[in-house]
Nanobody, 127 residues
């Protein structure tokens, strides 16, 4: 099994920054892929950033490219999402997710690739 615990959410004014952290533990083969997803009010859950062992660089939602950065510590026990220049439309519950190395093709934000999820952390951006 894999356990994920997010932290770092909060309230910030537009233009501000937050860094989310996700401490991950458990079977390393089941958490080779990592991702951040979010659910904005009234909308479906969507991918924000994901990283796979099959690719060198993370994938990002178009709306966060250049503003958000996904990174991992060298031991790959913590995944971060640095969020800069936040906008009110970034207001959402942010979830960390983990999954095994993908064995089939698919989109970068395919939630079926991530069977393990954290509890979520609220991010609120005011204008």
């Amino acid at each position: 099994q894999v356990q994920l615990v997010e932290s770092g959410g909060g309230s910030v004014q537009a233009g501000g920054s937050l860094r989310l952290s996700c401490v991950v533990s458990g079977d390393t083969t089941k958490r080779a892929s990592m991702g951040w997803f979010r659910q904005r009010p009234g909308l479906q859950r969507e991918g924000v950033a994901t990283i796979y062992p099959t690719h060198e660089s993370p994938f990002y939602h178009a709306s966060v490219k250049g503003r958000f950065t996904l990174s991992q510590d060298t031991a790959k026990t913590t995944v971060y999402l640095q969020m800069n220049n936040l906008r009110p439309e970034d207001t959402a519950i942010y979830y960390c997710a983990a999954g095994p190395r993908p064995t089939t093709s698919g989109t970068w934000d395919n939630t079926s690739r991530f069977p393990y999820w954290g509890q979520g952390t609220q991010v609120t951006v005011s204008s």
